[in-house]
């Protein structure tokens, strides 16, 4: 073995690869169960073989990922920037659709997600921008580049439409936030959040005003929002020191119209842009009443087939629900109910637990490198895992909107399992460097 190899070997973080490798097992072990496939596993033809071949593709790539200087990336992050969006764009047109969503590249039996690539060049992306030239976050200029880096791909998949992948990005917030970002910014994004919340629980009422229309309730909603931001803005603005009252009065004006514009925007689209199943997902989460009975089918057999599965679960590939197919994409999106009728509460945590060991070691690599843009990339890794892990499973239990989102390492399908190959393939090599990096 040569000295560079030796090296490479001493510096890895066997801790990380050893983490991602057991999920990645753990993951097959659940697909061969939640797919029937426990007695012809070997069968190359079926979902748990095809799984297996990525698997097998997958650690050649990260053999490969390995054996790249870590200069490579970020020398070339910008070219895998527009290279994937020039993918997200050309899959609009010529991507085949799955799921009522234009977002796949059909080859042969098997098909290529490009918006799975884009989170790891965007991570590349912000990372270089972000680090180049110790460029300083505080700059207007600074924060709107890095809002258009983030937003060109999302946009691009919020065409598709792909609304999982997009609250993806959102998690990129808390990579800004390190950098920077004031934390004033997530009080306004929870504000944000509890403005749009009771938009839908209002706007989805019915109206005793016919001459309002359907929707005067939320018109009434809109009115008293405007006639209690602008009495809290007086009292704010008449408590305040004179030298800070034109402060107060130019954010507290633009924070009320910003969120009268946010509360007619999610009105707007739940009542135009969202289809009638989507809507109806939503008003399930926050408990409304909807005419579809079926609109709760997959979380309450997804509930069901977690709770029958008590302390210890029923054993590998012994799930009656999992195994009669009762709940439906049992092996991508809703995976984690194979876990827990099979694997029990016990088992349950124990997965719960790996995947948070994963982002607290990937944090902790962030905080021991030298370089600023590994630092940086570290903390997108972690962000977009933080997402998916708690996206997915809080969908499964019914915390979160049932959305198309894998759970990492777990849920059938190359291009995810390849998208975290990538993420955690450059990352390691990265950190193996970082011994090498001055500053």
């Known amino acids: 073995m040569s000295a560079r190899n030796l090296r490479l070997t001493a510096q890895l973080d066997w801790t990380t690869l050893g983490l991602v490798l057991l999920l990645v097992m753990l993951g097959w072990l659940n697909v061969v169960s939640a797919t029937a496939e426990a007695e012809v596993v070997w069968d190359l033809t079926g979902k748990a073989g095809k799984q297996l071949i990525w698997m097998a593709v997958c650690a050649v790539l990260l053999v490969g990922l390995l054996a790249v200087e870590g200069e490579f990336f970020i020398r070339t992050s910008v070219i895998h920037y527009v290279l994937v969006l020039l993918l997200l764009m050309a899959v609009l047109v010529v991507g085949k659709k799955v799921g009522g969503a234009r977002s796949w590249f059909g080859v042969g039996s098997f098909g290529i997600q490009p918006s799975e690539f884009a989170k790891t060049a965007t991570a590349l992306m912000i990372s270089w921008f972000l680090s180049r030239d110790g460029r300083p976050w505080h700059t207007l200029a600074t924060r709107l580049q890095s809002l258009i880096i983030l937003g060109l791909p999302a946009g691009l998949i919020l065409l598709q439409p792909d609304a999982g992948t997009v609250l993806v990005f959102g998690g990129f917030v808390f990579v800004l936030y390190r950098e920077g970002l004031s934390g004033n910014v997530l009080l306004v994004g929870v504000g ?214 894998p759970l990492p390492f777990f849920s059938y399908g190359g291009s995810s399992l390849m998208g975290f190959t990538l993420l955690f393939g450059i990352l390691l090599r990265l950190d193996a460097e970082r011994f090498s990096v001055l500053r």
């Not at 109206?207 to 009495?231: I, K, Q, R």
């Not at 509360?263 to 005419?291: F, K, N, P, Y």
């Not at 997402?387 to 809080?394: E, W």
Request: with cysteine.
């Open 192 to 405: 944000l959040l509890v403005v749009g919340v009771l938009t839908v629980l209002i706007g989805a009422g019915t109206s005793d005003y016919p001459w309002l229309g359907e929707a005067s309730g939320y018109w009434w909603f809109l009115m008293a929002f405007a006639s209690l931001g602008t009495l809290v803005l007086w009292l704010v603005h008449e408590a305040t020191l004179p030298r800070n009252r034109k402060r107060i009065r130019r954010w507290g004006t633009a924070l009320l119209v910003g969120g009268l514009a946010f509360s007619a925007g999610i009105h707007w689209g739940m009542e135009q842009v969202l289809q009638r199943h989507q809507r109806e997902r939503i008003h399930v989460l926050l408990g409304i009443d909807v005419d579809n009975p079926d609109a709760d089918y997959n979380i309450r057999h997804a509930k069901a087939a977690i709770g029958s599965g008590g302390l210890v679960g029923k054993g590998w590939a012994s799930g009656p629900m999992t195994a009669y197919g009762f709940v439906p994409e049992q092996e991508t999106d809703f995976i984690f109910c194979t876990v827990g009728e099979e694997w029990g509460f016990l088992g349950s945590a124990l997965v719960v637990g790996l995947f948070v060991l994963l982002i607290l070691r990937v944090l902790v690599l962030a905080e021991r490198q030298r370089s600023q843009f590994t630092r940086i990339y570290a903390y997108a890794v972690a962000s977009i895992m933080f997402m998916h892990f708690m996206v997915n499973i809080g969908m499964v239990l019914g915390l979160a909107p049932v959305i198309g989102i």
